[in-house]
């Protein structure tokens, strides 16, 4: 068995640093850096990791040719945002290729001495770099459906399955999951222990009402979908039905009658279900978006639905939902595994109710159906996303769902502060030209209520970059990894980063050159489960004299992590406060 990653013990060392004259660095506990002359140059101490904040708003955009192709020759000059139709300033524009390498530098170490010897360039096992996680809602799926789309995932996770991806079952009802792997038997096992889990059986209630019309019913007070649930409980209870119920439901004066408070009472226990299988389908959402938020790389979730309505209260937890999504760079695809479908008429419909309730009936229907996929577009739109739908050939689906767009933009601004008032805020996005483009792009989000603080921020952009596998260059590094076997069982990794400083921005006060950097190195195991992250400040106060020597050598920051033998990821992410620019190296180790 393979022995378990540990990780609790890890140390920070700045290594090789020019030599400072007069004042050597000032330990953590000494008094923090002044504005006087006798202040320390160099202070190094711990940040706290990982807050987040709400100011940006992104915008993932997916543009197409007329074949359906994704465009990634655009920039930010050809787009235009609006939100509540007012034009914004696109403050943040990038262009994410998913189809990317992640430039990981390959490096595993041999058996190092207690002197920790460098290491050698041998290739290393796989180390997982896609993450695609599959949501099966057999909360709201009929057998027929979720059967067919099962068989289409396991074609297309047996066809594609590659060494570096690692591939989740999940499902609304939260049972018969399966966590990210890339083991094909147990991928195989949780897809064929799948199976219905719908809280009603439409064919054995009477009446039988959707949750749609127990909305209407019961939060629109529509007099005609509560006239059509009174004629259809007379049906059930095999009386004659009473001429001009239509009418007498706008009466407010009338007193309800017993197939009334009978019909009202079945609209009451299909909205209080439907309400909370809509929420948890959205919470299993967030859930695996927090799950996956602290995996490395690629990451995608294909939504196998027939889709759910959701109420005017869930539309802000939905936009949360998208705004955690976009956040951790995860895409949410969605398949609607009905295919191609029509709304089916009840063939005992006129018999229950005549002509009248059989063309009420076949509307509440249509309706809701039509209704519920609107929570698929919309996930995936608001992700970069794919919706495939009304099709069914589920394998071409899958397929194509597995390939997210090559190119999405993220467009990103900052909401005005006059904006900052907690309303639901439409969203829309044009291009300059738009000859032979179509264009996908998020619809909507709730603004906040304050403005994210600077520091938030910052931390905010490392977390993102820490859970990037882009490589990121805005201040020249290295990266090296080290070993070494302390027993059978634990092994010391040392990484080892060179920062070349020369391109650094730096400010000034009271004749010092002024910067603070922030240098983080995170872990993960062969799986890219998160394992843990180190993160230092290293505060810059410098007189001219070390300033040269410091850009002329650069910095060498070296942190240690303890571990068990194994495989894993590094990921090492230095951001200066001056010009706000940053790096991002990746690394792979094995550790036999």
Known sequence: MRPRAGLFLATFVLI???KLPAQSPASPNQNPPGTGQGAPELTAHETPLFSTGVNLVSVPVVVRDREGHSVGTLRKDDFQLFDKGKPQAISKFSIEKTDATTGATAITAAAATRQEQSVSTATPAPIAQRFAAYLFDDVHLSFNDLVHARDAAELQIT????????????TTSGLSNADFTGDRDALHRALFALQPRQSVDPHDVCPDISYYQADLMLNKEDPRALATAILEMDACRGDKPEPGI????????RLPSGPEISARAAAYRVLQLGVRDSRFALEVLANMIRRMSVLPGSKSIVLVSQGFLLLPEHRQEETGVIDRAVRANIIINSLDARGLFTVESDPGAKLRGGNQFMIYKSEYVRESQLQSQNVLAEL?????????HNNNDLVLGFRRLASPPEFVYVLGFSPRSENLDGSYHPLRVTLSNSKGLTLQARQGY???LHAEDPQEEARREIQDAIFSRDELTGIPIDIQLQYVSLSETS??????????????RFGKSNGRSDNTLTITSALFDANGNYISAIQKTLEMRLRDQTLENVQASGINVRTNFDVAPGSYAVR?????????TMAARNGVVEIP
């Open 16 to 18: 090789c640093l020019p």
């Open 159 to 170: 066809q594609s399955l590659a060494a570096n991806t690692r591939v989740a079952i999940y």
């Open 246 to 253: 239509e009418d007498k439901m706008r009466d407010q004066t």
């Open 380 to 388: 995936a739109d608001g992700t970069g996303g794919t919706y495939f």
């Open 446 to 448: 709730y603004a906040p």
């Open 491 to 504: 092994a010391r990794l040392a990484v080892l980063a060179h920062l070349d400083v020369k391109r650094l």
């Open 572 to 580: 090492l992410v230095v951001r200066d406060s001056e010009g706000r």
